[in-house]
Nanobody, 120 residues
Framework: QVQLVESGGGLVQPGGSLRLSCAAS????????MRWYRRAPGKERELVASISSAGITTSYADSVKGRFTISRSNANNTVYLQINSLKPEDTAVYYC?????????????WGQGTQVTVSS
């Protein structure tokens, strides 16, 4: 079955950096687009970044452009999110996501999330 396991979150001061990782298994990773979402307290889930299956095409939410970088290693079945110049408003649980078309429907798969807290 599809498994997504995030890691790398933590408590960091404003202006700091973190690298989040998402280890994937149970599906053909190299053929799958991947996404990072986040959910801040009291807010809706937000799509932060996405990357195509070959890693050629990426896209970002306006709120993170220039500070976040999504990348992947198809050899290691892992997708990364490098987050720099962190701000308190980046505090959220960050989730890895992939979507599969199964029996006529799109199904979203999620990891358990990793907490990022930005505070001095």
């Amino acid at each position: 079955q599809v498994q997504l396991v995030e890691s790398g979150g933590g408590l960091v001061q404003p202006g700091g950096s973190l690298r989040l990782s998402c280890a994937a298994s149970g599906f053909t990773f190299r053929s799958s687009a991947m996404r990072w979402y986040r959910r801040a307290p009291g807010k809706e889930r937000e799509l932060v970044a996405s990357i195509s299956s070959a890693g050629i095409t990426t896209s970002y939410a306006d709120s993170v452009k220039g500070r976040f970088t999504i990348s992947r290693s198809n050899a290691n079945n892992t997708v990364y999110l490098q987050i720099n110049s962190l701000k308190p408003e980046d505090t959220a649980v960050y989730y890895c996501n992939t979507r599969k078309y199964v029996s006529g429907s799109n199904i979203d798969y999620w990891g358990q999330g990793t907490q990022v807290t930005v505070s001095s």
